[in-house]
């Protein structure tokens, strides 16, 4: 079992910096790739960032070049730094570490980019 908690979410306009934090309860990085999602109102949870036990990066089209995936293995910390924020990234991000058909889920924090 695995607890993940997310933070760094809040209120920023558009064109701002937010970085994200999800902090593992036990050292997963060697054996989970973790992702980050999000889900905006009336949308379906999608997913933005990836990184893999490898340490290769994966993301959506919608974030290239303005977000960035990271960990920190001796804090058991992964991190998503989002620049050049636009209202369209408006949502709650959650952290998750693949782990089977379902895998580990933090509870979330809310980005809300204004114009």
């Known amino acids: 079992q695995v607890q993940l908690v997310e933070s760094g979410g809040g209120l920023v306009q558009a064109g701002g910096s937010l970085r994200l934090s999800c902090a593992a309860s036990?050292?997963?990085?060697?054996?989970?790739?973790m992702g980050w999602y999000r889900q905006a109102p009336g949308k379906q949870r999608e997913l933005v960032a990836q990184i893999t036990t490898a340490g290769t990066t994966n993301y959506a089209d919608s974030v290239k070049g303005r977000f960035t995936i990271s960990r920190d293995k001796a804090k058991n910390t992964v991190y998503l730094q989002m620049n050049s924020l636009k209202p369209e990234d408006t949502a709650v991000y959650y952290c998750?570490?693949?782990?089977?058909?379902?895998?580990?889920w933090g509870q979330g924090t809310q980005v809300t980019v204004s114009s």
């Open positions: 998750r570490a693949f782990s089977g058909p379902y895998g580990y």
């Open positions: 036990r050292n997963i990085f060697s054996t989970n790739d």
